[in-house]
């Protein structure tokens, strides 16, 4: 299996986070907890399909993504998603958020996935298939704590990146 060179991915990361730092506007970074327990990233977060841009019909039924930590400096994340005919596909990864790809299984979109965690609030997510970058996301929690955007960045047509927020709630 190949990888990307990590200064592609840090490309992509780098584009990407860039523009989630507006979305973190005001957040006091010093009253931000840095160990991963206490993390605000740490919890359940529901998709606000309503805001996807697509059909509603083809839209998923829903999306909750899970951070945990994992002990010994690794965090877990899992997605359940729900996809529109009904179909349900859960997904987990353990990862060092040090850059490093670590497996993910069960994620029709990725095998493997890599986090970089630059600001308390922020985490930075490269997934690949088969040696390839698919798309990175940057999650930030909003200064209220109970919101979070995904920044996705990803190859559109004629491998043209494309750039999308999507909105998250805290479930817990």
Known sequence: MRFLPRAHVLAFTLM?????????AGAPEAALPTHPATSPLIGSWSLDTSRLP???????????????????????????????????????????????????????EADHVA???????????????????????IYTVLPDGRNL??????????????MRANYFARVR
């Open 16 to 24: 990407a986070f860039a523009t989630s730092l507006s979305a973190a």
């Open 54 to 108: 697509m059909p509603p019909d083809q839209r998923p039924k829903s999306v909750t993504f899970t951070f945990g930590d994992a002990g010994g400096g690794k965090w877990v994340t899992r997605v359940d998603i729900v996809y529109a005919p009904g179909v349900e596909v859960h997904s987990v990864s353990t990862a060092t958020p040090d850059g490093t790809y670590a497996a993910i299984e069960n994620s029709p």
């Open 115 to 137: 986090l970089e965690r630059p600001a308390p609030n922020v985490l930075v997510m490269a997934l690949q298939k088969d040696g390839v970058l698919m798309s990175t996301r």
């Open 149 to 162: 955007v995904e920044t996705v960045v990803y190859p559109g047509a004629n491998r043209t990146p494309v």
